[in-house]
């Protein structure tokens, strides 16, 4: 059970209510992270809006195996069962490369480096070596997509250290970061 209520759909603040219908229409659901969210229609228009932005970033392969491995960091089993379920039926990512983009890897040279690179961020809290933005620039990212990197760390680390924070009750088949993987 979550430590913080997760309001039904028809509960939440009216404010809430357009954001959340539009999530629906997305996914077919309203996972329960978004609706804790949309208990303060403030923080779910700028989580929404903010990830909106975020996911025309990079590809949603990369986008995922940074999910993967930032959870995997945080141990946040609620956001390993979310992104281990899209990773694979979203992003069409191998169970193979979910299990090595929690090690804070990948088998793509490219995605690696953005993996690794997430990974450093999220562990150092952005106290990265110049020799770590080196690494990721000579795989081929660009001075703005290490900026989106970063962006894609500091969204999954606020759903990270929320669902953390609630215990939010996990709605996708279930991965717990104390897994090996």
């Known amino acids: ?9 028809g509960d939440v603040p009216e404010a809430s209510k357009p954001i959340l219908d539009a999530v629906h229409k997305q996914l077919g659901v309203v996972p329960n992270l978004f ?12 989580f929404t809006s903010f990830q909106g932005a975020l996911s025309k970033t ?11 491995a930032v959870a995997q960091v945080n141990g946040c089993d609620y956001c390993l069962s979310a992104h281990s379920y899209l990773g694979l039926n979203l992003a069409k990512i191998s169970p193979e490369e979910i299990a090595l983009n ?21 562990k150092e809290r952005g106290h990265v070596s110049d020799a ?6 000579d795989a081929g990212f660009t001075d703005a997509q ?10 999954n680390s606020f759903t ?6 609630a215990q939010t009750e996990i709605d996708f088949p279930v991965v717990h970061a104390a897994e090996a993987a």
């Open 146 to 155: 290490v900026v989106e990197i970063v962006g894609l760390v500091a969204e």
């Open 58 to 68: 990079l590809d949603v392969k990369t986008r995922e195996r940074i999910a993967l």
């Open 102 to 122: 929690r090690k804070g890897a990948s088998g793509d040279a490219k995605a690696n480096a953005a993996v690794q690179f997430a990974v450093k961020v999220a």
């Open 160 to 165: 990270n250290y929320l669902n953390v924070v």
């Open 35 to 46: 609706r804790l969210i949309g208990s303060s229609p403030a923080v779910l228009t700028a």
């Open 1 to 9: 059970m979550s430590r913080l209520s997760i309001p039904a759909r």
């Open 132 to 137: 770590d933005i080196k690494a990721v620039r």
